[in-house]
């Protein structure tokens, strides 16, 4: 089945400083999607983003499906951006179904 | 609110016993799913459901069983034949199960097994 790779596993920031996410895949999908788990568990949808590029305040993503990665920029972090981030593909083969194919997940801890 | 509830959040059991998970939306969805997330790691598909009365295996489905007789709830049984039931497990929906379609998520639910 298709294979995703997160990096860095572990970030540490200073508050206000900026981070980019990645994620690598090894097949083409049709869906990729950002998550931030936070302390209580919860997964919080940040993009819905299978190729191109969005932005929703200071987080943005880009996808490049043809070179089968995407990135997840934070600016100006804060200590509420402190949690786990994970990527999330389903592969664009016809029998993947809506299954979502979950990377690792990078801890991101930002200090005040 | 348009959402996903799951109940309880935490749940205790002892070995041998069998447990129901209560997953709802109420966003229309046709397509539900269930994920278990084990400490540091990312989540993996026990089962899931495109429509009324249809349900599949996902990758880890030996233990667990499923029901689906309504469009809004799609409960999880983690029976006594599951190994190593402890973790966090998660009930999410998107609109449709084939084609590409967002996913979310409900809150999880904690199980122990003491």
């Known amino acids: 089945g298709i294979q995703v790779e997160q990096s860095p596993p572990d970030l540490i920031l200073q508050e206000g400083a900026n981070s980019t996410l990645r994620c690598n895949f090894s097949?083409?999908?049709?869906?990729l999607q950002w998550f931030h788990q936070n302390p209580w568990g919860q997964l919080i949808n940040l993009f819905y983003?299978?190729?191109g590029t969005k932005q929703n305040g200071r987080l943005s993503a880009t996808t490049v499906a043809t070179e089968r990665y995407s990135l997840l920029y934070i600016s100006s972090s804060q200590t509420t951006d402190s949690g786990v981030y994970f990527c999330a593909v389903r592969g664009a083969g016809g029998t993947s179904y809506g299954k979502l194919t979950f990377g690792q997940g990078t801890i991101l801890t930002v200090h005040p | 609110d348009g959402g996903i509830t799951q109940s309880p959040k935490y749940l205790f059991r002892k070995e041998g016993q069998n447990v129901t998970l209560s997953c709802e939306q109420n966003?229309?969805?046709?397509?539900m799913y269930w994920y278990r997330q084990d400490p540091g790691q990312g989540l993996r598909l026990i089962y899931y459901s495109q429509i009324v009365n249809d349900f599949q295996k996902g990758d880890i489905a030996e233990g667990y069983s499923v029901s689906r007789e309504k469009k809004e709830s799609f409960p999880l049984t983690v029976t006594s034949a599951q190994k190593n039931p402890t973790a966090f497990y998660l009930c999410?929906?998107?609109?449709?199960?084939?084609?590409?379609?967002?996913?979310?998520f409900g809150p999880g639910t904690r199980l122990t097994v003491l």
């Open positions: 097949d083409s999908v049709n869906n």
């Open positions: 999410a929906s998107s609109q449709r199960g084939r084609g590409a379609s967002e996913q979310f």
């Open positions: 983003i299978p190729s």
């Open positions: 966003l229309n969805h046709d397509a």
